[in-house]
């Protein structure tokens, strides 16, 4: 019996400078964000939220997963880049003799550095469903840094 072949169609896919500039920033990623990320549960006094991160032509959506929190639990803040999103989940209070715990409690923290052209000006933020859904425009051409020339 023959095992089967799995075809990897991307790697049929030309260079791009763009596709590199993914492939490192992933591998980075894994390299940096996901030790922090097991320390950070490890302990249940800290977590990170699972989230993902959507480019657009107009913007970087982020959902965040924070199931079980309201808005005012829930701090957004924008520093130029830098995105964070932190709170605190509390623990339910229990009747019964809790056997098995897999859901993390306590302060949360997820930060992330976004390209240099965002429009932090005009963030949205809104929460639905227990994901909050935080979308970043782009600067537009007229935003960005460009030569003015000296008459």
Do not use: C
């Not at 075809?7 to 591998?27: C, G, K, M, V």
């Not at 469903?129 to 000296?150: A, F, M, N, W, Y």
């Amino acid at each position: 019996m023959s095992t089967p072949v799995r075809r990897n169609d991307t790697a049929l896919a030309p260079w791009t400078p763009a596709a590199e500039f993914d492939r490192i920033t992933q591998q980075l990623s894994q390299l940096f964000d996901a030790p922090w990320a097991q320390l950070a549960t490890a302990g249940q006094d800290t977590f990170v939220p699972l989230a993902d991160v959507e480019e657009t032509d107009d913007a970087y959506v982020i959902d965040v997963e924070l199931p079980g929190l309201k808005k005012k639990d829930i701090n957004v803040e924008i520093d130029g880049r830098r995105i964070v999103v932190s709170g605190e989940r509390k623990e339910e209070k229990r009747a019964g003799l809790l056997r098995r715990q897999t859901r993390a409690w306590g302060q949360f923290r997820y930060e992330l550095v976004l390209p240099d052209d965002v429009d932090d000006e005009n963030v949205q933020a809104t929460m639905s469903d227990g994901v909050l859904h935080l979308r970043v425009p782009k600067r537009t051409v007229s935003q960005q840094r460009r030569q003015i020339e000296v008459k």
